[in-house]
T-cell receptor, first 113, second 113 residues
Framework: GESVGLHLPTLSVQEGDNSIINCAYSNSASDYFIWYKQESGKGPQFIIDIRSNMDKRQGQRVTVLLNKTVKHLSLQIAATQPGDSAVYFCAETFTGGGNKLTFGTGTQLKVEL | DTEVTQTPKHLVMGMTNKKSLKCEQHMGHRAMYWYKQKAKKPPELMFVYSYEKLSINESVPSRFSPECPNSSLLNLHLHALQPEDSALYLC????????????FGSGTRLTVV
C-alpha cells in the first residue's frame, strides 16, 4: 500500500505485504531527514535517517528513499507486521538551522491480520 | 544509556498551579529540546538549548519557562496555564551539531483543568 502524508491519512496493509509511506518536505535547504514511528501514548521512536548526499539507505526491513529534485521522501517497510502499526512521521532539518526539526503531518499505518 | 527520561509521565494541574517537567539524558548530547504535541498532530518545537544556552524560543508564551541546569538536565516550568495547553510535552536531545542522534523521551501527558 502507498500513502501521501499531506493530512493524517491512514494506510491499511495486510500482514506480510510491503508498505510505502510518503512525505513531501518543504525546505530545499534541508540536508538531514529522519523517519520516526510513534505508538499511542509514547514518544517518537527513531527508525532511520538519511543525509542529502544519499538517495537511498537501508536498515532492517526498512528503506528510505530521498528525491531532492521533487523534495520527496519515502519509507518502505518490508513484510509489514502487526507491531508496525503506528503513526509515522518524517522530519527534516538543515545545517545552520539551529538543530530545529520540522515534522511532516504523519501517516497512520494499520496492519490487518 | 541511549534514553531520554521524562518525569512525570502524567500531570494534572489547575490553572493557578506551578509545576515543572523534568528531562534527563546521559548520552553526552549537547543539544536539548522541548516539543509540544496535540492529539493527531506532529510535534511542534518550543525551545532549543545548545551547549546549555537557549538558542531558539519559538515565540512560546511566558507561562512556559525552560531551564537547563547542566548538560544532562532540562526542565520546563509551568505557571498559570490554560486548558488549551493540555498536550503531550516531549523532550529530545541530539549531538551538538547537525542534529544527529536526535532522540525523544516518552513525554509528559499534561492536563490543565
Amino acid at each position: 500500500g502507498e500513502s501521501v502524508g499531506l493530512h493524517l491519512p491512514t494506510l491499511s496493509v495486510q500482514e506480510g505485504d510491503n508498505s510505502i509511506i510518503n512525505c513531501a518536505y518543504s525546505n530545499s535547504a534541508s540536508d538531514y531527514f529522519i523517519w520516526y514511528k510513534q505508538e499511542s501514548g509514547k514518544g517518537p521512536q527513531f527508525i532511520i535517517d538519511i543525509r542529502s548526499n544519499m538517495d537511498k539507505r537501508q536498515g532492517q526491513r526498512v528503506t528510505v528513499l530521498l528525491n531532492k529534485t521533487v523534495k520527496h521522501l519515502s519509507l518502505q517497510i518490508a513484510a509489514t507486521q502487526p507491531g508496525d502499526s503506528a503513526v509515522y512521521f518524517c522530519a527534516e532539518t538543515f545545517t545552520g538551522g539551529g538543530n530545529k526539526l520540522t515534522f511532516g503531518t504523519g501517516t497512520q499505518l494499520k496492519v490487518e491480520l | 544509556d541511549t534514553e531520554v527520561t521524562q518525569t512525570p509521565k502524567h500531570l494534572v494541574m489547575g490553572m493557578t498551579n506551578k509545576k515543572s517537567l523534568k528531562c534527563e539524558q546521559h548520552m553526552g548530547h549537547r543539544a536539548m529540546y522541548w516539543y509540544k504535541q496535540k492529539a493527531k498532530k506532529p510535534p511542534e518545537l518550543m525551545f532549543v538549548y545548545s551547549y546549555e544556552k537557549l538558542s531558539i524560543n519559538e515565540s512560546v508564551p511566558s507561562r512556559f519557562s525552560p531551564e537547563c541546569p547542566n548538560s544532562s538536565l532540562l526542565n520546563l516550568h509551568l505557571h498559570a496555564l490554560q486548558p488549551e495547553d493540555s498536550a503531550l510535552y516531549l523532550c529530545a536531545s541530539s549531538r551538538g551539531r547537525g542534529g544527529y542522534g536526535y532522540t525523544f523521551g516518552s513525554g509528559t501527558r499534561l492536563t490543565v483543568v
